[in-house]
């Protein structure tokens, strides 16, 4: 590897990779396009589209994802934008336009996570949903989402940690990066007569990390106890991830007139909070407290919950079946099904 490295260029050393002239943009008619913008717009459609596809697969209509992806959207971008400038507000006090400025990065997720959850809860509110059954739906394409979104800050040359000489290390010309981001420790291991820093790789740690976490939703999907649990599965599994990767970077926004990274302790307070609500859900569930999951069918185009029976013995209930009417396996009468009348309780 060369010492001296071109602007645009980007190399793993460990791993023998080296990149040449990597765009942070192009141009179409003289109108500059940010390639970040590019990548969190294809992470954007894709996760909808996963989510849209997962409703189909459970019986909802892919119309109502699609409805609501339209305000997540905007609200998303506008939290993530807001959630990053309140916790570097030194950096905007003196340039208000600059809020504005979104093509140099500066969305934080954790804005766009809890704006999106917002937005779903009062979407779900006005439409008559179940906001546990539909947060189901969608977090595996947030995930989704995530894993594509964080490559927009590798090609900005953000969102990296601090020096490390391990297998996946990163090189930077230090031209191509913000100062601010090169801490001390970074600027002490650069090496004289170079002219780049070598650090870690977080946004491919967390792209990695939420890759993993999309495999297992997809997994286990399919056996979950309860409604409301791949949602908080998302919040456990990406804080858990979040909470350690978030200790090394070095853009890290931080509580005002603190050293204490913000994101970090979010990310912790969400991992033992989701953790600790799936754990008393399932001792409620073994003394019989609560309904196990709901399971969706469709029946004569209609949708309709079922409650799996809480303990051998009970009677199922079947959609469509009338009062009184003999289950075909003999085991006795099946009762008419009745509405929910709050299924986020399922």
């Not at 396009?33 to 997962?54: D, P």
């Not at 934008?81 to 954790?110: K, Q, S």
């Not at 009677?315 to 003999?326: C, L, Q, S, Y």
Request: overall charge negative.
């Amino acid at each position: 590897m060369q010492d001296i490295m071109n602007a645009t260029d980007i190399a793993f050393p460990h791993l023998g990779i080296y990149l040449e002239n990597v765009p942070k943009g192009f141009s179409i008619f003289g109108f500059h396009i940010a390639l970040y913008g590019v990548i969190i717009g294809l992470g954007v459609l894709s996760g909808v589209l996963m989510a849209a596809y997962v409703a189909k697969k459970e019986g909802v209509d892919p119309d109502l994802i699609w409805d609501f992806a339209i305000y997540a959207i905007v609200f998303s971008i506008i939290g993530a934008r807001i959630y990053y400038v309140v916790f570097r507000w030194d950096a905007y006090r003196d340039d208000l336009l600059g809020i504005f400025n979104l093509r140099n990065g500066g969305l934080a997720i954790y804005g766009a996570v809890i704006a999106a959850f917002i937005t779903l809860w009062v979407y779900c509110r006005i439409k008559k949903q179940s906001f546990l059954q539909i947060a189901d739906i969608c977090v595996p394409g947030l995930v989704l989402g995530q894993v594509i979104g964080r490559w927009g800050n590798f090609t900005n040359r953000e969102v990296f940690g601090e020096y490390t000489d391990n297998l996946l290390a990163m090189r930077l010309p230090v031209d191509a990066v913000r100062s601010v981001d090169i801490s001390e420790n970074v600027a002490a291991h650069i090496l004289e007569g170079s002219n780049y820093i070598q650090v870690h790789p977080t946004f491919l740690y967390e792209s990695l990390w939420n890759l993993v976490l999309l495999f297992i939703m997809l997994l286990y999907r399919q056996h979950k106890k309860f409604r409301g649990e791949m949602w908080l599965l998302y919040l456990g599994g990406y804080g858990l991830g979040r909470a350690w990767i978030e200790g090394i970077r070095t853009d890290t926004l931080f509580i005002p007139h603190t050293t204490v990274a913000v994101s970090q302790v979010l990310a912790v307070i969400l991992f033992v909070a989701a953790l600790a609500a799936d754990l008393l859900i399932r001792v409620r569930m073994k003394r019989g407290e609560s309904t196990p999951v709901a399971t969706v069918s469709v029946n004569k185009g209609r949708m309709q919950d079922m409650s799996v029976p809480a303990e051998t013995g009970q009677e199922e209930v079947r959609p469509g079946a009338e009062e009184g009417e003999k289950d075909k396996t003999g085991s006795g009468t099946v009762v008419k099904a009745e509405p929910d009348e709050n299924t986020d309780q399922e």
